[in-house]
């Protein structure tokens, strides 16, 4: 395959939902450099991520692969050493591949000592930045707290920020996710309650757009060189705060209206019921947190679109976009009070779908300039995509991964074969519920089957849930426990069923290779179920006669 463009700029926000672009609808907040880029590309909206939590989620992006495949399940759980990640794939394609942001990514530590993999190699650096050499690594989570760091690196951002002038141990904290308090105190993030309050860091000095400026950075760098770059925005993830202007640009006047009915919380389902008890659930149930909170979750994103039109900018006086990829996604969203929940982690559409828009500057997407495409697309369908587009052919990776190229889509071809279905899968072991309903880690498992009109969600060792999103979009009325409905369940039951069986682990081997090995052990010498000579050709005794 001839490559269609030269680079690949892989953007992805953390945390953000399907529905706050005003390109998919939302009547007061305003993106237009992410419109302007769907109105140049494609886009997709039934996007559903692999697990709706960061690192599960990322690892399949990454990999291409679902999560049952690669066994990341939670944030913190290490991706094995071993698994084709994007870098592993672009790299030989010809494509610096580089990472400036988040992935989450917690390294196979005891499984590269146990091969000899030094982390300080080039190697071992690619092992543990799921293939990516990573320009600025940074996950944007550098709380401290009684038992030390939550993450141990420190981030070159720190430092960025005592060279301006911030003083402290973590700036990160103490001027990039604070305010100003009284008597001269700090007005910490993490307490939702300032999240209104300006950070003490200037705008320009704030995590979007020091990104920004680094990803600028790596685009010069690379020059003339074909690159794919990830930039891994931290935000509109909380700690929801953000600097002025844009702290108050938004008021509870500028919300759209929470999706969530008492119904839900008269008989629900047991896993639901202890996600709504969660403590962040029970902070977002309540009308002046989300009045708090959700303007400044908008004015983070206003603000990711307003350094994504410097970006674009930046790229255009470089004749980039011109030959660039350009993909804006999210590794997951946000429940804002919706369902009665905060944070995501379950499968209502504002946790697991996404925003998904791409842009091909290749001719052979001219056609589909500014399309939405309503297929079930998955999070996992961009690695397969960015292979063909850099010139090599996803389908003789299909032994590795099980996403599918979404170039016929960008190219107005509807594919003869496209999925019926699309799954999501969570492990809640880590979680209080886990521990409020007794289930051992091992057992504390999700599993969603989605397809055009239906979602079903199995539990083990509890009832299904079933939602009909043709008569129910905001899934309210849960029928895994309706009769009438018992057809509907064992239908997706069976696909999931036919999912789990599926190959996923035979990695080594791709079936052209099979095919091509298949029979070929007879002329190795291997000569099985022969009663006479006679049977076989004489060629294939030449090493048997003894002459």
Same mark, same amino acid.
Not at 187 to 194: D, I, K, L, T
Not at 469 to 494: K, Q, T, V
Not at 529 to 547: A, F, K, M, Q, T
């Given at each position: 395959? =001839?490559?269609?463009?030269? /680079? %690949?700029?892989?953007?992805?926000?953390?945390?953000? *939902? &399907?529905?706050?672009?005003?390109?998919?609808?939302?009547? =007061?907040?305003?993106?237009? /450099? %992410?419109?302007?880029?769907?109105?140049?590309?494609? *886009? &997709?909206?039934?996007?559903?991520?692999?697990?709706?939590?960061?690192?599960?989620?990322?690892?399949?992006?990454?990999?291409?692969?679902?999560?049952?495949?690669?066994?990341?399940?939670?944030?913190?759980?290490?991706?094995?050493?071993?698994?084709?990640t994007m870098g592993d794939y672009l790299r030989p394609l010809g494509l610096r591949t580089a990472l400036v942001g988040k992935t989450h990514m917690k390294a196979d530590a005891e499984g590269m000592e146990r091969l000899g993999i030094d982390p300080q190699s080039i190697i071992g650096v690619r092992v543990s930045e799921c293939g990516f050499d990573p320009y600025e690594r940074d996950d944007g989570l550098h709380g401290t707290g009684p038992d030390g760091r939550y993450d141990p690196q420190l981030p070159r951002y720190n430092r960025y920020l005592n060279d301006k002038g911030y003083g402290g141990d973590n700036p990160w904290h103490d001027y990039a996710n604070a305010a100003q308090g009284e008597n001269n105190a700090l007005a910490s993030g993490w307490a939702m309650r300032h999240a209104r309050k300006p950070a003490r860091v200037s705008e320009e000095d704030s995590e979007t757009p020091y990104m920004t400026r680094r990803a600028i950075d790596f685009i010069a760098e690379a020059a003339d060189q074909p690159w794919c770059l990830h930039l891994s925005y931290i935000k509109p993830h909380w700690p929801y705060i953000a600097p002025a202007p844009y702290n108050d640009m938004y008021s509870s006047d500028d919300l759209i209206a929470v999706v969530r009915s008492e119904a839900e919380r008269a008989d629900p389902h047991p896993v639901y019921r202890e996600f709504m008890a969660h403590r962040v659930g029970q902070a977002f149930a309540r009308d002046e947190v989300r009045e708090e909170v959700v303007p400044v979750y908008m004015g983070l994103i206003k603000q990711i679109d307003d350094q994504l039109g410097h970006l674009f900018a930046f790229m255009r006086t470089r004749g980039l976009l011109d030959d660039t990829l350009i993909v804006f996604t999210s590794d997951h969203g946000d429940y804002l009070g919706d369902h009665w929940l905060g944070e995501k982690d379950l499968f209502h559409e504002p946790s697991v779908k996404v925003p998904l828009i791409v842009c091909d500057p290749s001719p052979e997407a001219d056609a589909t300039r500014g399309a939405v495409c309503d297929a079930l697309v998955e999070s996992i369908d961009l690695l397969p995509t960015f292979i063909d587009v850099a010139g090599g052919d996803a389908r003789d990776q299909s032994h590795r991964i099980e996403g599918r190229s979404l170039l016929p889509w960008l190219h107005g071809e509807t594919p003869t074969q496209w999925r019926a279905f699309a799954f999501s899968e969570y492990d809640y072991s880590m979680l209080p519920a886990s521990a409020k309903l007794k289930v051992a880690p091992n057992d504390a498992r999700l599993f969603m089957v989605r397809d055009k009109r239906w979602k079903y969600v199995h539990a083990v060792g509890f009832r299904p849930m079933l939602y009909d999103l043709n008569s129910d979009p905001n899934e309210f009325i849960d029928l895994g426990a309706d009769e009438a409905y018992a057809g509907e369940r064992d239908r997706l039951a069976a696909a999931l069923a036919e999912w789990g069986l599926r190959q996923s682990q035979r990695t080594t081997r791709s079936e052209k290779q099979i095919s091509a090995a298949r029979g070929k052990s007879l002329r190795k010498g291997i000569l099985i179920g022969v009663w006479d000579e006679s049977d076989l050709p004489d060629e294939l005794w030449s090493g048997y006669r003894g002459e």
């Amino acid at each position: 395959m =001839t490559r269609r463009a030269k /680079n %690949i700029l892989f953007i992805m926000c953390d945390q953000l *939902r &399907f529905d706050y672009l005003s390109c998919a609808g939302h009547p =007061t907040l305003k993106t237009p /450099n %992410i419109d302007a880029l769907a109105a140049r590309g494609v *886009r &997709f909206t039934n996007a559903y991520v692999q697990s709706p939590v960061c690192g599960s989620s990322r690892m399949s992006f990454y990999t291409g692969r679902y999560v049952q495949s690669h066994g990341a399940a939670w944030n913190g759980f290490p991706l094995k050493v071993g698994e084709m990640t994007m870098g592993d794939y672009l790299r030989p394609l010809g494509l610096r591949t580089a990472l400036v942001g988040k992935t989450h990514m917690k390294a196979d530590a005891e499984g590269m000592e146990r091969l000899g993999i030094d982390p300080q190699s080039i190697i071992g650096v690619r092992v543990s930045e799921c293939g990516f050499d990573p320009y600025e690594r940074d996950d944007g989570l550098h709380g401290t707290g009684p038992d030390g760091r939550y993450d141990p690196q420190l981030p070159r951002y720190n430092r960025y920020l005592n060279d301006k002038g911030y003083g402290g141990d973590n700036p990160w904290h103490d001027y990039a996710n604070a305010a100003q308090g009284e008597n001269n105190a700090l007005a910490s993030g993490w307490a939702m309650r300032h999240a209104r309050k300006p950070a003490r860091v200037s705008e320009e000095d704030s995590e979007t757009p020091y990104m920004t400026r680094r990803a600028i950075d790596f685009i010069a760098e690379a020059a003339d060189q074909p690159w794919c770059l990830h930039l891994s925005y931290i935000k509109p993830h909380w700690p929801y705060i953000a600097p002025a202007p844009y702290n108050d640009m938004y008021s509870s006047d500028d919300l759209i209206a929470v999706v969530r009915s008492e119904a839900e919380r008269a008989d629900p389902h047991p896993v639901y019921r202890e996600f709504m008890a969660h403590r962040v659930g029970q902070a977002f149930a309540r009308d002046e947190v989300r009045e708090e909170v959700v303007p400044v979750y908008m004015g983070l994103i206003k603000q990711i679109d307003d350094q994504l039109g410097h970006l674009f900018a930046f790229m255009r006086t470089r004749g980039l976009l011109d030959d660039t990829l350009i993909v804006f996604t999210s590794d997951h969203g946000d429940y804002l009070g919706d369902h009665w929940l905060g944070e995501k982690d379950l499968f209502h559409e504002p946790s697991v779908k996404v925003p998904l828009i791409v842009c091909d500057p290749s001719p052979e997407a001219d056609a589909t300039r500014g399309a939405v495409c309503d297929a079930l697309v998955e999070s996992i369908d961009l690695l397969p995509t960015f292979i063909d587009v850099a010139g090599g052919d996803a389908r003789d990776q299909s032994h590795r991964i099980e996403g599918r190229s979404l170039l016929p889509w960008l190219h107005g071809e509807t594919p003869t074969q496209w999925r019926a279905f699309a799954f999501s899968e969570y492990d809640y072991s880590m979680l209080p519920a886990s521990a409020k309903l007794k289930v051992a880690p091992n057992d504390a498992r999700l599993f969603m089957v989605r397809d055009k009109r239906w979602k079903y969600v199995h539990a083990v060792g509890f009832r299904p849930m079933l939602y009909d999103l043709n008569s129910d979009p905001n899934e309210f009325i849960d029928l895994g426990a309706d009769e009438a409905y018992a057809g509907e369940r064992d239908r997706l039951a069976a696909a999931l069923a036919e999912w789990g069986l599926r190959q996923s682990q035979r990695t080594t081997r791709s079936e052209k290779q099979i095919s091509a090995a298949r029979g070929k052990s007879l002329r190795k010498g291997i000569l099985i179920g022969v009663w006479d000579e006679s049977d076989l050709p004489d060629e294939l005794w030449s090493g048997y006669r003894g002459e």
